[in-house]
């Protein structure tokens, strides 16, 4: 290090002998490549990224990436605390299994037709008052359901809700990505994914308990409560200004294409957990099995340590490591669950599915993002959340559709296909395209 004011970051980006690959590096960062050239280039350019300076050498950690990782869990476990126990609310309205299930797909569905926007603004520089509105609109809605206990009024609230959760998650997910050094990228969007996991596993068991323990207003005030904390916490945030391109409403644009692989193989992933988030706890309680809210928190520790300590793995190793082993992991704890449901298995299942989605989600929005410039950071994000969110959706409405006509036995069984065709998908096609940490060029 030449003096104590630079970083080994950027003692490499102003040494006057770089190596091609830094160049490249260098060249991206500064100006928007045109598509062919960045496609070109990924595979370069992803190397040169991860080999112009030792990670450990560069600071990940700072107030602004530690406030939008807790800004993130508050976002996730509100939205999450709502979704593992709206099924119950529903059926306490007069409400089915299949209604239910078509809720989840209506907001999965607002969410993915805002996201494209959302992103398009997001590339406009457009992060803090975009995330300001999702934060206000998570505020709104779980007061709507308190207040506005009727089914048709719940459905449209749920709406709002979903349009929320999309400027909320996509926008922090696009602010990490802009704090994140890029040597420790993949390290870091683990870490900031961490957030999520830790919210998806751990929330649903903290609405659970709610719900059961001090009913219905309890959870919708808590989960309003996380979000007014969330502002809060976004306004003692200095996040960098991103100018962004004032470009035109395209809508070809609004999907970045080079985060369409890593996108689709998470959709089909996560039919699966879509099935988990809304069915589980009714599954456990019909089966006189262990509480959905004990699954949710023994997923929430494995999801913990798969964070911890395998989330550098990306940046070393690639992402067909977590592919290939996530999704066997919660193939086999869809079988268990469907052909033998007993306490013992019950417990074996979260533990695999803590580690399948905890492994997977990060590891596949890095390799959605990695390679996106600062223009397009917040197309990268959206799309890949589109991808999550229809998963979601469309897993919570063939799962009770499924359940409605042939039970939870075929539904756990049918849903684990989704598992084999997330590694073909894989194989034919991720593995192969720029994108992939892997890739050979």
């Known amino acids: 290090m030449s003096s104590p004011e630079k970083t080994p970051a950027q003692n490499a980006a102003q040494s006057s002998e770089k190596t091609p690959a830094q160049n490249a590096v260098q060249s991206l960062e500064k100006t928007p490549a045109q598509p062919s050239v960045q496609r070109a280039t990924h595979g370069s350019v992803a190397s040169a990224a991860r080999s112009t300076q030792p990670a450990k050498h560069v600071q990940l950690w700072s107030k602004n990436f530690t406030l939008v990782i807790i800004i993130n869990l508050l976002v996730f476990t509100n939205h999450l605390m709502n979704l593992s126990t709206f099924p119950f609310y529903v059926e306490s309205l007069g409400g089915t299994e299949a209604l239910a299930g078509a809720a989840a797909t209506i907001f999965s569905f607002v969410a993915v037709l805002c996201r494209p926007f959302i992103g398009w603004m997001l590339d406009r520089g457009k992060r803090r008052a975009i995330l300001i509105v999702g934060l206000i609109g998570l505020t709104?809605?779980?007061?709507?359901?308190?207040?506005?206990?009727?089914?048709?009024?719940?459905?449209?609230?749920?709406?709002?809700?979903?349009?929320?959760?999309?400027?909320?998650?996509?926008?922090?997910?696009?602010?990490?990505?802009?704090?994140?050094?890029?040597?420790?990228?993949?390290?870091?969007?683990?870490?900031?994914?961490?957030?999520?996991?830790?919210?998806?596993?751990?929330?649903?068991?903290?609405?659970?308990?709610?719900?059961?323990?001090?009913?219905?207003?309890?959870?919708?005030?808590?989960?309003?409560?996380?979000a007014v904390l969330a502002i809060v916490l976004f306004m003692l945030m200095n996040p960098p200004h991103i100018e962004g391109t004032k470009k035109p409403l395209d809508f070809k644009a609004l999907f970045n294409a080079d985060a369409l692989p890593a996108s689709a193989i998470m959709l089909v992933f996560m039919l699966t957990f879509g099935a988990l988030e809304n069915f589980l706890?009714?599954?456990?309680?019909?089966?006189?099995?262990?509480?959905?809210?004990?699954?949710?928190?023994?997923?929430?520790?494995?999801?913990?340590?798969?964070?911890?300590?395998?989330?550098?793995?990306?940046?070393?190793?690639?992402?067909?490591?977590?592919?290939?082993?996530?999704?066997?992991?919660?193939?086999?704890?869809?079988?268990?669950?469907?052909?033998?449901?007993?306490?013992?298995?019950?417990?074996?299942?979260?533990?695999l599915a803590g580690y399948g989605f905890g492994g997977l989600e990060p590891a596949l929005q890095s390799m959605a993002v990695h390679t996106a410039s600062e223009e397009s950071r917040g197309s990268a994000n959206s799309t890949f959340l589109c991808a999550y969110d229809i998963g979601i959706g469309l897993g919570g409405g063939i799962a009770g559709v499924l359940i409605s006509s042939l039970g939870y036995s075929q539904m756990f069984t049918i849903l684990s296909l989704a598992c084999i065709a997330s590694v073909v998908l894989y194989i034919a096609w991720g593995r192969h395209h720029p994108s992939s940490f892997t890739y050979k060029g």
Not at 310 to 332: H, I, P, S, W
Request: proline share 4%; aromatic share 12%; net charge positive.
């Open 140 to 226: 709104l809605a779980p007061l709507g359901y308190l207040f506005m206990s009727v089914l048709f009024a719940v459905v449209a609230f749920r709406m709002l809700h979903g349009a929320s959760l999309a400027c909320s998650n996509t926008t922090t997910a696009t602010i990490a990505s802009d704090v994140i050094p890029k040597p420790r990228f993949a390290e870091g969007m683990g870490l900031f994914g961490m957030a999520t996991a830790l919210a998806t596993a751990a929330a649903p068991a903290l609405g659970l308990w709610l719900m059961s323990a001090l009913g219905f207003p309890a959870l919708f005030a808590v989960a309003a409560g996380c």
């Open 281 to 351: 706890a009714i599954f456990a309680a019909n089966n006189n099995l262990p509480s959905g809210g004990l699954f949710f928190a023994v997923m929430a520790v494995m999801l913990l340590l798969v964070r911890v300590f395998l989330g550098k793995l990306v940046d070393q190793r690639g992402e067909a490591v977590f592919v290939y082993t996530c999704n066997a992991a919660m193939l086999v704890a869809f079988l268990l669950l469907a052909f033998v449901p007993n306490t013992v298995t019950f417990f074996v299942a979260a533990i």
